[in-house]
Each structure stands twice: as C-alpha cells, then as structure tokens.
C-alpha cells in the first residue's frame, strides 16, 4: 500500500564515502521533493524534480547531488558526507506544482561516522 | 522567500482536551498543507487546504487566504495526537514548511 518508499531506512556511513539514498514512488506524480529535517527542525527543501526537469534550492551544498531516471525513482548522492550531514532525509511526490497534495515516504536517517 | 510562522511552539495538553494551532504566512500562496510527523518521523498528510474549512473525524482545518493564516483544530486530543505539526504552504516556490508545534497529550 506504500506509495513513496524510501531505502534505505536507516543508513550508516563514513565521514568521506559516498552515499545513495533512493526514494521509489507508485502515484505517478510528476515532482518528486528531497528534503533535510535535522533534530528539532523543519525540513528543508534541497531540490526537486518537475518531470525531468531538474530545480536546485540556491542553498544546497554542491556536496548534494539527484538523479531522476525515470518517473518512478529518484536518488539523492552526497559525495563526501560530513558529520553535520547527519539528517533525515525525506522524499515526497505530489501530482503537479502549485497545487495538490504532497506524499512523503518514511524517510531515511542518515548517521555519519 | 515565503516566511510561515506556527504557534505556539510547544502545547502540552490533558488527554481529552481541546486545541487549536495557528499558521501564518507572508505572502499569498496556491497550496497550504497541514502534516503531522509522526514519532517514527514519517509525515503524514492531514489536510490540503488552500482556502476554506474541512473536517476529518476530530481534527478540522480552516484557511483564510486573504488574511493570510490557517488554524488547525484537534478535538477531545488522544496520546495518539502527540507529535509535532507542521504547516507549509506553496506560492511561487516550492513547499516551505513552518517549524511546527510540538504537542504532548498525557494520559
């Protein structure tokens, strides 16, 4: 019945290996969101995707990548994470812009050591 | 950008008790949601109002768009309600979320 799934859900890395989050959807939706909610946080919107096309927040560290291959996957690459990169990490996908609902998945907590 | 400010921050309540939290923004805005994060730290979608009033079992939601706020009720609050409630709302960016209140309910 999951509608956003994201894998995994816990994630532990190193301080300087490269890490890949992946966020799957069933809805069909056309944007699909990562945000970044620390402890005691709001989330925190690093990019999202309209379709293919690709909308980066101006104060998304270059250490942060996405990939969008398809309509049903997106991937959130850090490069070289760092100890305050240790976050929840949260997709969503909602059906257009500007307008509906916005489904999140249960997110990935990412630990950095 | 968009500022949302919620309030109170933090509500501590009498199982059985009624509340009500607020959610202002700064500009006029197509999209306002109401989620509630769960102690697993899944969102959850409670409302999508961008203007006008709806009702799901104990909770409802009221949007007034022209003076820029939006108040979410919880009625005779369970321990279940506990959590932290977030609002956010769309204009010409993406979701930006408030920083939520956080609600205790004690038994």
């Known amino acids: 019945d999951a509608m956003v799934i994201q894998n995994p859900r816990y994630q532990v890395t190193q301080f300087g290996k490269p890490v890949t989050l992946s966020c799957s959807q069933t809805?069909?939706?056309?944007?699909m969101y990562w945000y970044q909610q620390k402890s005691s946080q709001a989330p925190k919107l690093l990019f999202h995707y309209y379709d293919k096309d690709f909308n980066n927040e101006a104060d998304t560290p270059d250490n942060f990548q996405s990939r969008r291959p398809n309509t049903s996957f997106c991937f959130l690459d850090i490069r070289s994470p760092g100890l305050g990169d240790a976050a929840m990490y949260l997709c969503a996908t909602s059906r257009d812009r500007g307008t509906g609902r916005a489904f999140f998945g249960q997110g990935t907590r990412l630990t950095v050591v | 950008g968009i500022q949302v400010e919620q309030s109170p921050p933090d509500l501590i309540l009498q199982e059985g008790a009624n509340s009500t939290l607020r959610c202002n923004f700064s500009d006029s805005v197509n999209n306002l949601q109401w989620f509630h994060q769960n102690p697993w730290g899944q969102l959850i979608n409670l409302f999508y109002?961008?203007?006008g009033t709806k009702q799901n079992g104990r909770l409802s939601a009221t949007t007034v768009a022209t003076e820029r706020y939006s108040l979410l009720y919880i009625s005779s609050s369970q321990t279940t309600d506990s959590g932290v409630y977030f609002c956010?709302?769309?204009?010409?960016?993406?979701?930006?979320f408030g920083k939520g209140t956080r609600l205790s309910v004690i038994a």
């Open positions: 956010a709302v769309e204009g010409n960016t993406p979701l930006v």
């Open positions: 109002i961008p203007s």
């Open positions: 809805l069909n939706h056309n944007v």
